[in-house]
């Protein structure tokens, strides 16, 4: 058997790992609990169920189309001030936000939100986990997105409880400096590039293969015109629309007639799922290979919209959400590992910023689809049941990826 590298004391990756992990569980994991606020945020602004819907395509979409821009700043460094500079935003745009005075209002300081998220949230993560990860970069990058599901857990039941007690503006805007003061030394202390800026390797070794000290741009077309990068950026962006529909779980469960507080453990049920599914997938990538991980996340994922479109009450409801959360949640670690296998690690933050743009269809589409049925027939089984059909098809794309040999350099 071989034996593993020998690893460095004081290896920094580690650090980096959980201190994006927090910064992504108090960034693009503060919408988590939307759909707690969804209902008064309708009762209050008299707005249909498909417009109180938008928050989740808000983000997504902000989020993806800055990555066609940050991508290719994030190769080229400077991480650290981009995600200080992201934290003030999100502070600022959701304290303005809970003070709004119409929905209108509400969307586009939440997009403005949505612009400090993506500075400091889950791309500029990958980009600096490819670059201190080679043989761990699976575990490295699920570990990384353990903060998001403490904070599915967390969140959810904290928000309804503090709508009870200072109504949803307050707890919004408690929420969001309560996020900027933890976040903020961390991030200021703990971020580095590359670990060649600290004179060490990646993975912790002891030696390492040279590391270019020079970046690179690739143009679109070198994506574009792979047939991987499309069948890897469409079977993710399927695979993760599974999370964006399960928005309207919270008022899925209130349709049923369960009340808020006891609807508001939805989403905790499907964070601790994916907390599992994160942790099993980024070790599954590492040790199993690509396609007997896929194969398993989707296969756990249809399992739980089956359930949840069987009648199966509270706790049959719970335990639905955590399978679609497992096998929904495995998902998030596996886009950078798919594409700095296929196009490198020096360029992966333009590759993933691409493949997010080029999935943005399907991330906005997805939760205003399930809307717009539940505001047509009242009900959401219909939206529900079509996602097994989702999970089917992003697992055939997926399956369908021809990964090369070896990882290509930057040369």
Same mark, same amino acid.
């Given at each position: 058997?071989?034996?593993?590298?020998?690893?460095?004391?004081?290896?920094?990756?580690?650090?980096?790992?959980?201190?994006?992990?927090?910064?992504?569980?108090?960034?693009?994991?503060?919408?988590?609990?939307?759909?707690?606020?969804?209902?008064?945020?309708?009762?209050?602004?008299?707005?249909?169920?498909?417009?109180?819907?938008?928050?989740?395509?808000?983000?997504?979409?902000?989020?993806?189309?800055?990555?066609?821009?940050?991508?290719?700043?994030?190769?080229?460094?400077?991480?650290?001030?981009?995600?200080?500079?992201?934290?003030?935003?999100?502070?600022?745009?959701?304290?303005?936000?809970?003070?709004?005075?119409?929905?209108?209002?509400?969307?586009?300081?939440?997009?403005?939100?949505?612009?400090?998220?993506?500075?400091?949230?889950?791309?500029?993560?990958?980009?600096?986990?490819?670059?201190?990860?080679?043989?761990?970069?699976?575990?490295?990058?699920?570990?990384?997105?353990?903060?998001?599901?403490?904070?599915?857990?967390?969140?959810?039941?904290?928000?309804?409880?503090?709508?009870?007690?200072?109504?949803?503006?307050?707890?919004?805007?408690?929420?969001?400096?309560?996020?900027?003061?933890?976040?903020?030394?961390?991030?200021?202390?703990?971020?580095?590039?590359?670990?060649?800026?600290?004179?060490?390797?990646?993975?912790?070794?002891?030696?390492?293969?040279?590391?270019?000290?020079?970046?690179?741009?690739?143009?679109?077309?070198?994506?574009?015109?792979?047939?991987?990068?499309?069948?890897?950026?469409?079977?993710?962006?399927?695979?993760?629309?599974?999370?964006?529909?399960?928005?309207?779980?919270?008022?899925?469960?209130?349709?049923?007639?369960?009340?808020?507080?006891?609807?508001?453990?939805?989403?905790?049920?499907?964070?601790?799922?994916?907390?599992?599914?994160?942790?099993?997938?980024?070790?599954?990538?590492?040790?199993?290979?690509?396609?007997?991980?896929?194969?398993?996340?989707?296969?756990?994922?249809?399992?739980?919209?089956?359930?949840?479109?069987?009648?199966?009450?509270?706790?049959?409801?719970?335990?639905?959400?955590?399978?679609?959360?497992?096998?929904?949640?495995?998902?998030?670690?596996? @886009?950078?590992?798919?594409?700095?296998?296929?196009?490198?690690?020096?360029?992966?933050?333009?590759?993933?910023?691409?493949?997010?743009?080029?999935?943005? @269809?399907?991330?906005?589409?997805?939760?205003?689809?399930?809307?717009?049925?539940?505001?047509?027939?009242?009900?959401?089984? @219909?939206?529900?049941?079509?996602?097994?059909?989702?999970?089917?098809?992003?697992?055939?794309?997926?399956?369908?990826?021809?990964?090369?040999?070896?990882?290509?350099?930057?040369?």
């Amino acid at each position: 058997m071989r034996q593993a590298p020998e690893t460095a004391p004081g290896f920094a990756g580690w650090r980096i790992v959980w201190t994006v992990s927090l910064a992504q569980g108090l960034g693009p994991a503060l919408l988590g609990p939307a759909g707690v606020f969804m209902t008064p945020m309708q009762d209050e602004f008299g707005a249909s169920r498909a417009a109180v819907s938008l928050g989740g395509p808000i983000l997504a979409s902000v989020m993806l189309l800055m990555g066609l821009v940050l991508g290719p700043r994030l190769d080229r460094g400077s991480i650290r001030r981009f995600m200080l500079v992201g934290l003030a935003i999100m502070a600022a745009s959701l304290i303005g936000l809970s003070r709004a005075g119409s929905l209108q209002s509400v969307g586009l300081l939440l997009a403005l939100a949505s612009v400090g998220m993506s500075l400091y949230g889950i791309l500029p993560a990958q980009v600096l986990l490819v670059n201190w990860f080679t043989r761990l970069r699976g575990r490295a990058l699920a570990l990384s997105t353990v903060g998001m599901s403490v904070s599915g857990f967390l969140l959810p039941p904290l928000s309804a409880l503090l709508i009870a007690q200072v109504g949803w503006r307050d707890a919004i805007a408690l929420i969001a400096a309560t996020a900027a003061m933890i976040c903020v030394v961390p991030i200021a202390r703990f971020i580095v590039d590359r670990p060649e800026d600290l004179g060490q390797h990646p993975d912790g070794d002891r030696e390492g293969r040279a590391v270019p000290t020079t970046t690179i741009r690739r143009s679109p077309r070198h994506f574009l015109g792979s047939g991987n990068f499309w069948l890897i950026s469409l079977g993710m962006g399927l695979a993760l629309a599974s999370l964006a529909v399960t928005l309207h779980l919270v008022p899925f469960a209130l349709s049923l007639g369960f009340p808020l507080q006891r609807a508001a453990w939805l989403p905790t049920a499907l964070s601790m799922g994916s907390l599992f599914g994160k942790l099993l997938g980024g070790y599954s990538i590492d040790r199993l290979g690509h396609r007997i991980t896929v194969a398993s996340l989707l296969s756990v994922q249809g399992i739980g919209w089956i359930l949840v479109t069987s009648e199966p009450g509270y706790f049959g409801l719970l335990a639905s959400a955590a399978l679609i959360g497992f096998g929904s949640g495995g998902f998030l670690p596996l @886009p950078p590992v798919y594409l700095a296998a296929c196009f490198g690690p020096r360029v992966v933050g333009q590759a993933v910023g691409l493949s997010g743009a080029a999935t943005l @269809p399907l991330q906005i589409a997805a939760p205003l689809l399930v809307g717009a049925q539940f505001d047509r027939v009242g009900s959401y089984l @219909p939206a529900f049941e079509a996602m097994l059909g989702v999970s089917f098809l992003a697992a055939v794309l997926l399956l369908c990826v021809r990964l090369p040999a070896s990882e290509p350099s930057a040369d």
